[in-house]
């Protein structure tokens, strides 16, 4: 699985858009781009998942470049629910692979 | 659907104790990801078991093994237990595609 670097914590205000940014230099061919969001105590959540181009779910939307070495997750108009955090994984995740986790990104929304 | 399943929720133990940790995969899937998790850092891989067999395993010792049964549950057992072993014992399952459903974890703590 590809390397994965992203900004060890962020702080945002209620309402506003937080984007985070993930950087992934040795993403290879087959590789898709997974967020996970995890709460205290909890296993990490799905959030949202994309190949190339621009994802977008209920929740959140995922931002890849052409040359698929960063992507950047976006979360709309965040909550004070969204504190949590955020992990950018980049590998096939099938049987054959296993998910390396990094420290994540800690984001603290503020009232 | 009740997703990916974990027992017990909260576990102690003392040094030198064994302890056998409990999944139940998400219907469907076949593959069942242990991962521990200490305070403040990201999931770390112990192994994924395919087909009843450990088909990967990541950077622990033998006191960590598993078993897959034939309905692709999962049971993770510790020998011999240290202090260094508490954390937040968390399963994932898949189903071959490109996602991983986590369960809400175990907590292991060792006195």
């Known amino acids: 699985l590809a390397k994965t670097t992203q900004p060890i914590s962020m702080d945002s205000y209620e309402g506003q858009e937080v984007n985070i940014t993930c950087s992934h230099n040795?993403?290879?061919?087959?590789?898709?781009i997974t967020w996970y969001q995890q709460f205290p105590s909890q296993g990490p959540r799905f959030i949202i998942q994309?190949?190339?181009t621009k994802v977008t779910n209920e929740v959140a939307s995922l931002f890849i470049p052409a040359d698929r070495k960063s992507s950047t997750l976006s979360l709309p108009r965040v909550s004070l629910s969204d504190t949590a955090v955020y992990y950018c994984?980049?590998?096939?995740?099938?049987?054959?692979?296993?998910?390396?986790f990094g420290k994540g990104t800690r984001l603290h929304i503020l009232p | 659907d009740a997703g990916v399943t974990q027992s017990p929720t909260h576990l102690i133990k003392t040094r030198g104790q064994q302890v056998t940790l409990r999944c139940s995969p998400k219907?469907?899937?076949?593959?069942v990801s242990w991962y521990q998790q200490a305070l403040g850092q990201g999931p770390q891989f112990i192994f994924q078991?395919?087909?009843?067999?450990?088909?990967q395993r990541g950077n622990f010792p033998d006191r960590f093994s598993g078993h897959q049964f034939p309905n692709y549950s999962s049971e993770l057992n510790v020998n011999a237990l240290l202090l260094g072993d508490s954390a937040l014992y968390l399963c994932?399952?898949?189903?071959?595609?490109?996602?991983?459903?986590f369960g809400p974890g175990t907590r292991l703590t060792v006195l």
């Open positions: 994932a399952s898949s189903g071959g595609n490109n996602e991983q459903f």
């Open positions: 040795n993403i290879a061919t087959n590789d898709y």
């Open positions: 994309g190949y190339k």
């Open positions: 994984l980049v590998g096939v995740m099938n049987r054959d692979d296993k998910i390396i």
């Open positions: 219907s469907g899937h076949d593959t």
């Open positions: 078991y395919y087909e009843e067999e450990e088909r």
